[in-house]
């Protein structure tokens, strides 16, 4: 631990946010510089002529080079027989821009060769005890959301705009995330969007800004990208209230051979403005992540992010949810005397069948997947389902019925599983064929039984879009059910994938297979 970062940072109230670039990713992951991977790229592109020439045709501006190799490589990845793999598995996606086969083979590029260096195990160790309250980062990779699996992911700059982040436990993939090429600012385009942009993502930030520390790593003073972001911030700052900046931001600057130092610096913005900052120099992040780690944190962040979301979503609408009990605040007439008593723990034992009637699929799908909520099953049954499961959807129930012990050991209801569930709801029919995709997939059978035998040899093959359809082909024998929870797991932070249909049908596969079944 580093006594002078430890005292600093124990001026503020809350806990650091991380601002990441590349430099990280290219540390741990190995991953090439931006101009390396374009060549990288190139080289297995199909494309006729030289690197050099597009260079050239571009006057070395990456984002332009980029645009020039995406225009070239249009063509080429619609026609050549070499990406006919990845063309029928994208050309859905791939038909909406010119520019998306070049992102999704960037994407499958760096998908394919980021890989942990052993050399900084201890340095990664001690990032994931890090103590921090979130992440912002322009990195195209997973590092981040694997390193702190219990953060929510927000992929891309119109995500984060028109999310309902809390600024707790979040990572905000600000330039998209290979999980989805389409995010990928990759052109002049995007970064033309992007920028024209900066301003309402600037707004969006202040508040993490202006309420933690924020220490960057992984990028250099002179990076024009985050440049433009810290000065699209500063803007939205009083100048009077600038300096209250000064010892919020703390950028790390990797220097071989260094020691540790921390300092104060400027940084310099657009129309030669000047920011003051800290700037560590040091060869070894250790010293950071370990400081980062000795931090006090009361509840865990997992916990804290569900208490903060359930006291915003109680504040919004004035109406408990499942997840919060609210006791005789109709009586309240003096509020200069209210006091607040928070309680974390098993919700089941206070609430009402009234607040069980507010849980939705999510928290099912939450549960199913992660044990997080400690339901009462027999609740869920009586005052939940009965409403949830008139809509046409696909909701999981064998865990809870079986938890009732209502069901035989073929899934079948028992005597009294009949007798609790009638007039209360019907069982879906032919279990589980009737969480197969549509027709249309269902030619895929024979070659997805062919070629596949388990949930990670689709997940590689395919996208996730495609991938949560052909799990379900799988012989159900060859369907390892630690494999499905974690590859579920992952799909479920994604807001987009999460809210599919064949999301929901692979998450009731999964739980007819281990909770149905015994």
Known sequence: MNSELFDHLKKFKTNPYLFVGSGLSRRYLNLPTWEDLLIDFFNNS?????FEYFQSKSNGNLPLIASVLADEFHEVWWKDAKFKTTRNTNKTLAKEKVNLPLKIEIANLIQRIQKLDKQFD????????????????????????TTFPDFNVYIGQQELLFSESISIGEIYKIHGCVSRPQSLIVTQDDYNDFNNRNAYLAAKLLTIFVEHPIIFIGYSLSDENIQQIIDSIVKCVDPK??????????????????????????????DNKVLPIKLIKTDSFEPIFDTLSTLKRQIPIKILRKLKNSVVEFVKSSSPSSQIFVKDIDSITDETNIEYAIGV??????ISSQGYKA???????????????????????????????????????FKYLRAANLLN??????????SKLKSKFDLRQNVPICFLPPKSYLNKLAEIKRNHKDVNSID?????????????????????????????????????????????KLVCLYDYLKYGLV
Not at 122 to 145: F, P, Y
Not at 409 to 418: C, M, Q, R
Not at 467 to 495: A, G, M, P, T, W
């Open 46 to 50: 199909n494309i006729d002529g030289d």
């Open 122 to 145: 201890k340095e990664i160790s001690l990032l994931k005890k890090s103590v921090i309250d979130g992440i912002i980062t322009t990195n195209w990779d997973n590092l981040l959301e």
């Open 241 to 270: 209230n600038l300096d209250k900046l000064k010892d919020r931001l703390i950028f790390v600057e990797w220097a071989k051979g260094s020691e540790f130092e921390m300092k104060d610096s400027s940084m310099k913005l657009p």
């Open 345 to 350: 723990g098993v919700a089941s034992q206070f």
């Open 359 to 397: 849980i939705d699929t999510t928290d099912i799908i939450d549960d199913v997947l992660n044990s997080s909520k400690n339901y009462d099953a027999i609740q869920l049954i009586e005052s939940t389902f009965p409403t949830m499961l008139k809509g046409n959807v696909y909701i999981p129930v």
């Open 409 to 418: 050991k073929n899934a079948s209801l028992n005597a009294s599983g009949i």
């Open 460 to 504: 590689k093959a395919f996208d996730k879009k495609h991938s949560l359809i052909y799990i379900q082909l799988l012989d159900h024998k060859n369907i390892d059910l630690n494999q499905l929870q974690k590859y579920l797991r992952v799909c479920f932070k994604d807001e987009t994938l999460k809210k599919t249909t064949d999301f929901r």
